[in-house]
């Protein structure tokens, strides 16, 4: 299994200029999740999933849509880039079986808006 | 809304001392807590969990105590070694939703 992965794993917009970063778990979970990371602010939730079809808003949705037609695949677009989008994104998938949870992440897509 | 804070932000120990860090949850829906560690320039791993239903579990030489009617949770580290040095968040995840609240993570340095 190659995990949860994530591409591109550097990029750098313009501002205004939209893109998509991309998720992918083989891992069949059904629950995949956005966060964003900048320094002293931990991780914040962007959007999350809880299965195909199913999406949420997270702590900080504004200026980023998601969609999940199918379990592997959880894109994020950025509709308008601004500075403030600067960050470094995770992607993270989990499962529950007997009771038990992991989420695991993604390597990280470093975004730089100018 | 709901959030999550971590004390300290900044922890410096010395090699074989222990360190201890705290986090405080506003949910009372949460019933899932789990703890990363981040090493610079990767991803966060997992490293311990509990649930709402047990007071604490160990891993070797980690350990997670919680105190729900407080809603305090904290991990204890003992034995601290240099590969101990990184960045650890702690989390609450609602138990109705699917929703992460992550703390603002504490940098631990282990001096040898």
């Known amino acids: 299994n190659a995990g949860v992965t994530q591409t591109p794993k550097f990029q750098v917009l313009k501002t205004g200029q939209s893109m998509t970063l991309q998720c992918a778990q083989d891992?069949?979970?059904?629950?995949m999740s956005w966060y964003r990371q900048d320094p002293g602010m931990g991780l914040r939730l962007i959007h999350y999933s809880v299965g195909a079809g199913i999406t949420d808003q997270g702590e900080v949705p504004n200026g980023y849509n998601v969609s999940r037609s199918t379990t592997e695949d959880f894109p994020l677009r950025l509709l308008s880039a601004a500075p403030s989008q600067t960050s470094v994104y995770f992607c993270?998938?989990?499962?529950?079986?007997?009771?038990?949870?992991?989420?695991?992440f993604g390597p990280g897509t470093r975004l730089l808006v100018l | 809304g709901e959030n999550v804070e971590q004390h300290p932000s900044t922890l410096s120990v010395q090699e074989g001392d222990s360190a201890v860090i705290k986090c405080t949850y506003s949910?009372?829906?949460?019933?899932?807590f789990p703890w990363y560690k981040q090493e610079l320039g990767k991803r966060p791993q997992l490293i311990i969990d509990?649930?709402?239903?047990?007071g604490e579990k160990k891993d070797q030489r980690i350990a997670v105590t919680l105190n729900k009617t407080a809603k305090h949770f904290s991990l204890h580290i003992t034995e601290t070694q240099p590969e101990d040095s990184a960045v650890y968040f702690c989390?609450?995840?609602?138990?109705?939703?699917?929703?992460?609240?992550f703390g603002t993570g504490t940098r631990l340095k282990v001096l040898a």
């Open positions: 989390a609450a995840r609602n138990s109705g939703t699917y929703k992460y609240i």
């Open positions: 509990i649930r709402s239903n047990v």
């Open positions: 949910d009372s829906a949460s019933n899932y």
């Open positions: 993270a998938s989990s499962v529950r079986v007997g009771g038990q949870e992991t989420q695991y």
């Open positions: 891992m069949n979970h059904e629950y």
